[in-house]
């Protein structure tokens, strides 16, 4: 059994240990409402926005917009939003294991040949891929600093300027969507080129009458552009919300964990104590024995 210096010891480092957990928990809770709100407010326009486009789409010849041309894919790129931080649980780590795994299964040959590019927000996607040499484009680090729209858009313009130039044929952002504190699901989503609309999703929209100004072309290919700078804004705000959801779940497990040690160091405690009482008196008892005997 430890002496009760060593006991003594842990008891007191897995103290603060508890209170730091606790203290992050609390921290990341605070933060995880202000970044739940932002999804939530933006969440909605997202996805009227893209409804619309496919509306409007669905009914136009292809070609109308550069982002939305489907050519034959000889350079792949993958977004992977992580965060820069970690204490997060599985949370960085999973979204990295997604986006390995969507390269295994679609894009092997594409990392083999050099035709495979990255894109990470986030600085622990950035260190994990920089390490393994893959094609790391930009570094995006700074994002979470002050995250808001003009940032991710200025990433997303690149993506798109490369995407015009041919530097990159595909585009696919692999994130966490956020639900709650305790559940995120990892999501892969298709940026570029932009996906068709599904024919049973538009077959409503041919029975609305709509009166367009300027001409349905003109608005279309505006709104385009603002659509993917949008989507991929909305990937990273749900991943920011993940990410603080899934600190603070791993912080509260923590804190609880902690607690269980504290009572299990405190028996341990508790049992060398009374030990050594027991042999401090026996140690009396027999010197008083001995004594009497002379």
């Not at 995880?32 to 010849?61: D, G, V």
């Not at 696919?172 to 639900?179: A, D, G, K, S």
């Not at 923590?254 to 009374?274: E, H, I, P, S, V």
């Amino acid at each position: 059994m430890a002496n009760l210096k060593e006991v003594r010891n842990r008891i007191s480092s897995v103290s603060s240990t508890q209170q730091i957990t606790k203290a992050m928990k609390m921290v990341s809770a605070a933060k995880l409402k202000r970044a739940t709100n932002a999804i939530i407010q933006l969440r909605p326009y997202a996805n009227k926005l893209k409804e619309i486009l496919a509306n409007l789409s669905a009914s136009l010849e292809e070609g109308v917009s550069i982002y939305t041309q489907e050519r034959e894919v000889r350079n792949v790129l993958i977004v992977v939003v992580t965060s820069n931080r970690g204490l997060a649980g599985a949370f960085n780590t999973n979204a990295i294991k997604t986006a390995n795994q969507l390269i295994a299964e679609k894009y092997s040959a594409f990392q083999k040949s050099g035709n495979l590019h990255i894109v990470a927000i986030g600085k622990k996607a950035q260190d994990y891929y920089e390490k393994r040499k893959y094609k790391v484009i930009g570094n995006n680090n700074e994002v979470y600093s002050n995250l808001n729209f003009e940032q991710v858009s200025e990433i997303t313009e690149a993506i798109m300027q490369g995407f015009v130039e041919g530097k990159y044929d595909k585009v696919e952002v692999v994130y966490n969507q956020f639900r709650n504190a305790a559940v995120q699901i990892l999501t892969t989503e298709q940026l570029l080129p932009v996906p068709k609309a599904d024919k049973k999703e538009t077959v409503s929209s041919h029975q609305t009458d709509y009166i367009l100004e300027p001409s349905q072309v003109q608005i279309v290919e505006e709104l385009i552009p603002k659509n993917i700078k949008i989507q991929l804004y909305k990937a990273v705000l749900d991943s920011h919300a993940s990410e603080h959801g899934a600190r603070m779940t791993a912080m509260d497990k923590a804190t609880d964990n902690a607690g269980d040690l504290l009572k299990k160091l405190r028996l341990a405690y508790n049992q060398a104590r009374q030990a050594a009482i027991t042999t401090e008196l026996s140690e009396i008892v027999s010197g008083a024995a001995a004594l009497s005997n002379g």
